[in-house]
């Protein structure tokens, strides 16, 4: 009976409970949320997603991230044909076509995408030994692994997923090494090409969230409004904000997209600085765990697989925080565990799954 207790013992400190604690507290405070700036309207579907993904954290915490290794090229690719399919014979909503609805299930390919182009590259560094650092020739091959459903995701259009997937890629990327002479050259070509980009590439609406992110009350009640909107709601809420269920930006539907890409604008006005910088503290918590165990990794796959994924959540984090307190502009990208939304809240908790599989077979060599 000693041995078996003992055995349990030693599984069990094996894990990093400080994750999965955190990413419960957070699930449970944006369910709270959504419960408030919805009226209850969404939260038995946000509920129930966040079971679905705690299961399947459960499932890839018990897979061999090792092993899989063997299935992430097959995955990225049917992941890319998936990013096709949408194009063809996706749902449209709100001007984009992001969606495929099968059955009562509706899936967003672009968000399954970020996990597993993370793997696909993981896997493609971990077997390419390089010492000296990575030249741009050199990087051409993962270079088109990015390009790819990155060209697929402009299309639809989603500004904010092409954005993460290009930055989550490049903190890859400059994690295995690259040349400084390699980061000077793609910093030149960024700065080129960005007026390209941005008279070329950019739809209307995107050039205008662009303008009013540098002044958003040029178009007050156009593509400005979001951004002062979320303002008011951050800074309406003060110290201790205005109570559960009484904020007035959100109760009243001034604040857009509450439930999704605002939630932190709720958060803030129902409970002010110090429910924000709970908040923070939580998410600090839990990317200095990521960091923690992608360093402790027993293999340089663990280590990327770990990397990545604390990468995606970090820039999740700052990107929608940003955006509604009015330092970044307003993209589209979801606060992680917190906002409302199926694919995204499973991709979060098979990250959360994956950090575990690293950690607890960080001695198993």
């Known amino acids: ?205 995107q050039k205008k969230r662009v303008i009013t992110f540098l002044n958003p009350e040029l178009d007050p009640k156009g593509a400005g409004y979001n951004s002062l909107q979320s303002k008011i709601a951050v800074g309406s809420g003060r110290f201790t904000g205005k109570g559960f269920q009484k904020g007035s930006q959100t109760q009243l539907n001034f604040l857009p997209e509450h439930h999704t890409d605002f939630i932190f604008s709720v958060l803030a006005e129902e409970h002010g600085f110090l429910g924000t910088f709970f908040l923070v503290l939580l998410y600090t918590i839990l990317l200095i765990s990521g960091v923690r165990i992608a360093s402790r990794a027993g293999d340089k796959m663990g280590v990327l697989i770990g990397v990545g994924c604390t990468a995606i959540i970090f820039w999740h984090v700052f990107i929608n925080i940003g955006m509604v307190i009015g330092i970044m502009p307003i993209v589209g990208i979801t606060l992680p565990f917190m906002s409302y939304g199926g694919t995204s809240i499973v991709v979060n908790f098979i990250m959360i799954g994956l950090l575990q599989s690293i950690a607890i077979r960080r001695f198993m060599f």
């Open 1 to 205: 009976m000693k041995s078996v207790t003992n055995n349990i013992y030693e599984k069990m400190t094996k894990y990093d409970f400080s994750v999965i604690i955190i990413a419960v507290i957070i699930s449970i405070m944006g369910l709270i949320n959504i419960y408030s700036a919805t009226n209850k309207g969404f939260f038995g579907h946000q509920l129930i997603l966040v079971g679905v993904g705690m299961a399947l954290m459960i499932v890839f915490t018990i897979v061999d991230y090792r092993k899989m290794g063997r299935i992430v090229y097959i995955a990225y690719a049917l992941n890319v044909l998936l990013l096709v399919v949408v194009l063809v014979l996706g749902r449209t909503a709100m001007g984009a076509t992001r969606w495929l609805s099968i059955s009562f299930l509706n899936i967003q390919p672009s968000e399954l995408m970020k996990i597993t182009m993370m793997l696909a590259l993981a896997k493609y560094f971990n077997d390419d030994i390089n010492v000296r650092g990575y030249t741009l020739r050199e990087l051409l091959v993962p270079a088109l692994m990015v390009a790819a459903p990155v060209g697929l995701v402009v299309i639809q259009p989603d500004l904010g997923t092409t954005l993460l997937l290009i930055i989550a890629a490049f903190s890859m990327f400059l994690f295995v090494k690259i040349r400084i002479q390699s980061v000077i050259i793609l910093a030149v070509v960024a700065i080129i090409t960005l007026p390209v980009v941005y008279n070329f590439a950019l739809k209307d609406y």
